[in-house]
């Protein structure tokens, strides 16, 4: 299995990803792998770790989420390996819940996520998103 982390998708994923059809709520897992260090683009913030330029974020994030009527199901750092191998662990596991996969791209696209995602860029050496469904 190949992994590769990204910090934004390519466009034809962006595509395929919200060309799905709309069904219901939904969860999204987070792998995150952090930079040791910050990096804005303007070189503010260098004394920030990139977790801690990411958490900035995510304390904002959560109050979209929350605001569009998701929830914020878990949040914790990744502290081992039982099964399977990868060449690097991510560094923090996060669940998200939205509504529906429009409130999800209303979120993504708003100016309140684009005031923030500065934050999240800096911090971010990549992460999956993975849309799960619960099982009926």
Do not use: C
């Amino acid at each position: 299995m190949n992994v590769v982390n990204a910090v934004y998708p390519p466009s034809d994923q962006i595509v395929s990803f919200f060309g799905a059809p709309e069904d219901g709520p939904f969860v999204m897992v987070n792998l995150l792998k952090f930079k040791e260090k910050a990096e804005y683009a303007d070189g503010s913030n260098s004394h920030l770790t990139g977790r801690e330029a990411y958490e900035l974020y995510g304390a904002e994030v959560s109050k979209l989420v929350i605001a569009l009527g998701g929830k914020i199901r878990f949040t914790g750092a990744v502290t081992g390996l039982l099964l399977g191998e990868v060449d690097d662990l991510w560094d923090m596991v996060a669940l998200a819940e939205y509504p529906s996969l429009e409130a999800f791209r209303k979120m993504a696209g708003s100016p309140e996520m684009h005031a923030i995602e500065h934050h999240r860029t800096a911090g971010l050496a990549g992460q999956l998103n993975i849309r799960t469904k619960p099982r009926d």
